[in-house]
């Protein structure tokens, strides 16, 4: 399993920024995939799941209706677009090969993560 991430960075609070995952070494439509992150000095937070084949998604109450989880299967991508960002969502996002990732107890296969740093 290769997961590698791209697109975080510096964003104002309101901005956006869209995440990406390029997933490898696994057929990638047959799994569930998840958006995790650790803000500085805290513990993994699940953000997002969406199913293999992107019949539903599921987010976590701090960014419901501020990102979307989406997925492109012929790409082997998984993305994370995040609007109207706040300062408390600065942390490191990485990307997971399962669903609830990050959740209490639950343990999945990540990239190396990519910075999102929200700050005026």
């Known amino acids: 399993v290769q997961l590698v991430e791209s697109g975080g960075g510096l964003a104002q609070p309101g901005g956006s920024l869209r995440l990406s995952c390029t997933a490898s070494?696994?057929?990638?439509?047959?799994?569930?995939m998840s958006w995790a992150r650790q803000a500085p000095g805290k513990g993994l937070e699940w953000v997002a799941s969406?199913?293999?084949?992107?019949?539903?998604?599921y987010y976590a109450d701090s960014v419901k209706d501020r990102f979307t989880i989406s997925r492109d299967n012929a790409k082997n991508t998984l993305y994370l677009q995040m609007n109207n960002l706040k300062a408390e969502d600065t942390a490191v996002y990485y990307c997971?090969?399962?669903?609830?990732?990050?959740?209490?107890?639950?343990?999945?296969?990540r990239g190396q993560g990519t910075q999102v740093t929200v700050s005026s």
């Open positions: 969406v199913y293999g084949d992107s019949s539903d998604a």
């Open positions: 070494g696994f057929d990638y439509s047959d799994f569930s």
């Open positions: 997971s090969k399962g669903i609830g990732c990050g959740r209490p107890t639950i343990t999945c296969p």
